[in-house]
């Protein structure tokens, strides 16, 4: 078994492999057609092909030329804030931008060792929901709830628009 | 005269009070988010394009560039006072920039940075109006052949000229091409990468896209390199420079002005090259090369110029050709499929107004910006001590809100998720996220003039070697591509962007 030399390389590399597969894999029923009549599947066919080409030749160029190592992903912070945006959008239609909103902030804070919890985080807190609620839904009519489906019937409205 | 005429027109339509209000708005907008370290003007740009959707496609365009120069500015601020370049093309900047800021010549130091950047900006407005109907004129010539040709000089001359692994970027670009082509295939009515899923039918947003690799991606990236940053201040005082600043910064100012106008033009030079290489120049031609990095005012204002040139000249092959040379140009092209407008040699006929409009504006939102910034500079210096535990929750709301309010769907929400794992992913792995938005841009460009120029060919592939414009712009490709592999070059390539 060759040696990684350049942990980049061989990642990115081993990553258009895989990503070339997938897209060679869900396009194998789309009709390749002729080349004067290109199909469906010609243009993003060969592009599959090219992109794992590309992936070969970076894991090959990974085994053969040093590089430099990854140096740790942060899986933490990651995981934080892409949780923080899932939990954005299962909450607003739900329960609304009301709570939607400091879901977002809350969870993504954690992502900073920096972040403070005291009395002018939750001020500024509120202030940007209030802008928010302020200007995307009153002033440019972003359609969204400010207080969400499962508040039907228990708030008025108008507090839902 | 013709080009009176053009530029009576433009004058008109940006002097509506509509359009001068958004091009102020834009310009301030810019500016502000541009001054906060970490946000670049594609993640600003990406970040406020939703807003723009119900303005008229001129007023919505108007509004786009004032951002993107505006943010280009605020990053130089930063990077003068603070020493941190928001974008690669400020960096340069910081150099000297952030050494005259720390012998209390602060306000010397943006002023030159201001009025560079403005003259480098009106010359910039002038050779636009005189080179783009031109190469309008030809590029409304070119076959399907020669603009598939084009867009492949466009993506190979993108990645030879920025910095960075060229295999890397050049997967970057395929992947983009072929995410590019998720949804329905306008040939053929059938659905591609779709999973059966209605929201994708139309294809992922490139808003979703940029917002996620620019914006939530780089958050990630950011957080994991938080450090304390010292932003203590001193209070800029004494903005206007002085006889002998002047004296100094002319020469400079044209030099870099020349060179930004030179490598703006092609596709994929752009502001940040200009800058590096500009600063070179003056350390070569300078009388005062010892005082370079420790706050010579000539290194402040020919990298400034010459990234405000590189900068507005990436216009050019946008409005004239369709084409993006940077991921801000791409959003601006997404800008105007949303509204409407094909890209392309057509606009400045078909759309005049908006076409000369838009430039005119350029020169506008340029003097807004010399008029407005330097009185603003006491709450610019305040927006900057805000510290990024404060900033980067609002950035992800914006961006969750604005890709939300798009198709009004949670899932392009999830999307953007996504491509923020993507985005930080690849980041990690040296793989820039720009070529694989240019790429994701033209991908869906791309087959269809292949498909239109092999089927006037009857599926002979030959024709784009055989009709001499498309030709010559797949040799120049081929040339590039072949320079860059030569070690020689790669090793004057790697020097030329990092310049100490």
Same mark, same amino acid.
């Given at each position: 078994?060759?040696?990684?030399?350049? *942990?980049?390389?061989?990642?990115?590399?081993?990553?258009?492999?895989?990503?070339?597969?997938?897209?060679?894999? +869900?396009?194998?029923?789309?009709?390749?057609?002729?080349?004067?009549?290109?199909?469906?599947?010609? +243009?993003?066919? #060969?592009?599959?092909?090219?992109?794992?080409?590309?992936?070969?030749?970076?894991?090959?160029?990974?085994?053969?030329?040093?590089? *430099?190592?990854?140096?740790?992903?942060?899986?933490?912070?990651?995981?934080?804030? #892409?949780?923080?945006?899932?939990?954005?959008?299962?909450?607003?239609?739900?329960?609304?931008?009301?709570?939607?909103?400091?879901?977002?902030?809350?969870?993504?804070?954690?992502?900073? *060792?920096?972040?403070?919890?005291?009395?002018?985080?939750?001020?500024?807190?509120?202030?940007? #929901?209030?802008?928010?609620?302020?200007? +995307?839904?009153?002033?440019?009519?972003?359609?969204?709830?400010?207080?969400?489906?499962?508040?039907?019937?228990?708030?008025?409205?108008?507090?839902?628009? | %005269?013709?080009? =009176?005429?053009?530029?009576?027109?433009?004058?008109?339509?940006?002097?509506?009070?509509?359009?001068?209000?958004?091009?102020?708005?834009?310009?301030?907008?810019?500016?502000?988010?541009?001054?906060?370290?970490?946000?670049?003007?594609?993640?600003?740009?990406?970040?406020?394009?939703?807003?723009?959707?119900? %303005?008229?496609?001129? &007023?919505?365009?108007?509004?786009?560039?004032?951002?993107?120069?505006?943010?280009?500015?605020?990053?130089?601020?930063?990077?003068?006072? @603070?020493?941190?370049?928001?974008?690669?093309?400020?960096?340069?900047?910081?150099?000297?920039?952030?050494?005259?800021?720390?012998?209390?010549?602060?306000?010397?130091?943006?002023?030159?940075?201001?009025?560079?950047?403005?003259?480098?900006?009106?010359? /910039?407005?002038?050779?636009?109006?005189?080179?783009?109907?031109?190469?309008?004129?030809?590029?409304?010539?070119?076959?399907?052949?020669?603009? =598939?040709?084009?867009?492949?000089?466009?993506?190979?001359?993108?990645? @030879?000229?920025?910095?960075?692994?060229?295999?890397?970027?050049?997967?970057?670009?395929?992947?983009?091409?072929?995410?590019?082509?998720?949804?329905?295939? @306008?040939?053929?009515?059938?659905?591609?990468?779709?999973?059966?899923?209605?929201?994708?039918?139309?294809?992922?947003? $490139?808003?979703i896209v940029a917002m996620g690799m620019f914006g939530i991606g780089e958050i990630i990236a950011n957080l994991e390199h938080e450090s304390t940053r010292d932003v203590s201040i001193k209070k800029v005082e004494g903005l206007w420079p002085t006889k002998e600043d002047f004296r100094r910064s002319i020469g400079p100012t044209l030099r870099g002005t020349a060179l930004g106008s030179f490598l703006g033009i092609l596709p994929g030079g752009g502001a940040a090259l200009a800058a590096f290489g500009a600063y070179a120049l003056e350390k070569k031609v300078s009388p005062n090369k010892a005082q370079f990095g420790k706050g010579a005012i000539e290194g402040v204002a020919a990298p400034e110029a010459a990234n405000n040139a590189g900068a507005q000249m990436s216009f050019i092959p946008m409005l004239t050709l369709g084409i993006p040379a940077n991921p801000v140009m791409a959003l601006m092209i997404g800008a105007m499929i949303i509204q409407g407008i094909q890209p392309g040699p057509s606009v400045m006929k078909e759309q005049a107004s908006l076409f000369w409009g838009l430039i005119v504006s350029m020169w506008i939102g340029n003097m807004m910006l010399l008029v407005l910034n330097l009185p603003l500079i006491g709450m610019w210096v305040r927006m900057i001590t805000i510290p990024y535990r404060y900033l980067f929750p609002a950035i992800?709301?914006?961006?969750?809100?604005?890709?939300?309010?798009?198709?009004?769907?949670?899932?392009?929400?999830?999307?953007?998720?996504? $491509?923020?794992?993507?985005?930080?992913?690849?980041?990690?792995?040296? /793989?820039?996220?720009?070529?694989?938005?240019?790429?994701?841009?033209?991908?869906?460009?791309?087959?269809?003039?292949?498909?239109?120029?092999?089927?006037?060919?009857?599926?002979?592939?030959?024709?784009? @070697? &055989?009709?001499?414009?498309?030709?010559?712009?797949?040799?120049?490709?081929?040339?590039?591509?072949?320079?860059?592999?030569?070690?020689?070059?790669?090793?004057?390539?790697?020097?030329?962007?990092?310049?100490?």
């Amino acid at each position: 078994m060759p040696k990684i030399r350049a *942990e980049k390389d061989f990642w990115a590399g081993l990553l258009y492999v895989v990503l070339a597969a997938a897209f060679l894999w +869900f396009g194998r029923d789309y009709k390749m057609g002729t080349a004067a009549r290109m199909g469906p599947g010609y +243009f993003p066919i #060969t592009l599959g092909w090219i992109l794992g080409g590309f992936g070969v030749v970076s894991i090959i160029r990974s085994l053969t030329t040093d590089g *430099e190592p990854i140096g740790g992903i942060a899986w933490k912070k990651l995981s934080i804030l #892409t949780l923080s945006v899932i939990a954005f959008a299962v909450i607003l239609p739900k329960l609304g931008l009301i709570f939607a909103l400091p879901a977002l902030v809350g969870i993504s804070s954690l992502g900073s *060792e920096q972040s403070e919890y005291n009395l002018k985080a939750v001020l500024a807190l509120v202030a940007l #929901t209030a802008f928010c609620i302020l200007v +995307f839904v009153k002033g440019l009519g972003v359609p969204m709830p400010i207080f969400g489906a499962w508040f039907d019937g228990v708030v008025p409205p108008s507090w839902q628009r | %005269m013709e080009l =009176f005429d053009n530029l009576w027109l433009g004058l008109q339509t940006s002097m509506t009070p509509v359009n001068l209000l958004y091009a102020l708005m834009g310009v301030f907008l810019g500016t502000a988010i541009g001054v906060l370290p970490g946000l670049g003007p594609a993640a600003t740009i990406a970040m406020l394009l939703p807003a723009t959707f119900a %303005m008229p496609p001129v &007023t919505a365009l108007i509004m786009l560039a004032g951002i993107f120069y505006g943010a280009q500015y605020g990053g130089s601020t930063t990077a003068i006072l @603070v020493n941190l370049p928001g974008e690669t093309s400020s960096v340069v900047t910081a150099l000297d920039g952030y050494q005259m800021a720390r012998q209390g010549k602060a306000g010397r130091a943006l002023a030159t940075a201001a009025l560079a950047s403005f003259f480098a900006g009106t010359v /910039c407005t002038l050779l636009i109006a005189l080179f783009a109907p031109p190469l309008a004129e030809v590029a409304l010539k070119f076959g399907p052949a020669e603009y =598939f040709s084009l867009m492949v000089l466009g993506l190979i001359a993108s990645i @030879v000229l920025a910095h960075g692994s060229i295999l890397h970027a050049l997967g970057m670009i395929i992947l983009g091409l072929l995410l590019g082509l998720v949804g329905t295939d @306008v040939n053929s009515g059938a659905q591609r990468y779709t999973f059966g899923l209605p929201e994708l039918a139309d294809g992922i947003g $490139f808003v979703i896209v940029a917002m996620g690799m620019f914006g939530i991606g780089e958050i990630i990236a950011n957080l994991e390199h938080e450090s304390t940053r010292d932003v203590s201040i001193k209070k800029v005082e004494g903005l206007w420079p002085t006889k002998e600043d002047f004296r100094r910064s002319i020469g400079p100012t044209l030099r870099g002005t020349a060179l930004g106008s030179f490598l703006g033009i092609l596709p994929g030079g752009g502001a940040a090259l200009a800058a590096f290489g500009a600063y070179a120049l003056e350390k070569k031609v300078s009388p005062n090369k010892a005082q370079f990095g420790k706050g010579a005012i000539e290194g402040v204002a020919a990298p400034e110029a010459a990234n405000n040139a590189g900068a507005q000249m990436s216009f050019i092959p946008m409005l004239t050709l369709g084409i993006p040379a940077n991921p801000v140009m791409a959003l601006m092209i997404g800008a105007m499929i949303i509204q409407g407008i094909q890209p392309g040699p057509s606009v400045m006929k078909e759309q005049a107004s908006l076409f000369w409009g838009l430039i005119v504006s350029m020169w506008i939102g340029n003097m807004m910006l010399l008029v407005l910034n330097l009185p603003l500079i006491g709450m610019w210096v305040r927006m900057i001590t805000i510290p990024y535990r404060y900033l980067f929750p609002a950035i992800i709301v914006f961006c969750a809100i604005g890709v939300f309010s798009l198709n009004n769907a949670t899932f392009d929400v999830y999307l953007m998720a996504l $491509f923020g794992v993507i985005g930080y992913v690849f980041k990690k792995l040296d /793989c820039e996220p720009a070529p694989l938005l240019l790429g994701f841009i033209l991908g869906p460009m791309m087959e269809e003039f292949l498909r239109r120029a092999l089927l006037l060919s009857k599926g002979d592939p030959m024709v784009l @070697v &055989t009709r001499p414009i498309s030709a010559t712009m797949l040799a120049f490709a081929a040339i590039l591509l072949t320079l860059v592999l030569l070690p020689s070059f790669s090793k004057t390539r790697e020097e030329a962007f990092t310049e100490e």
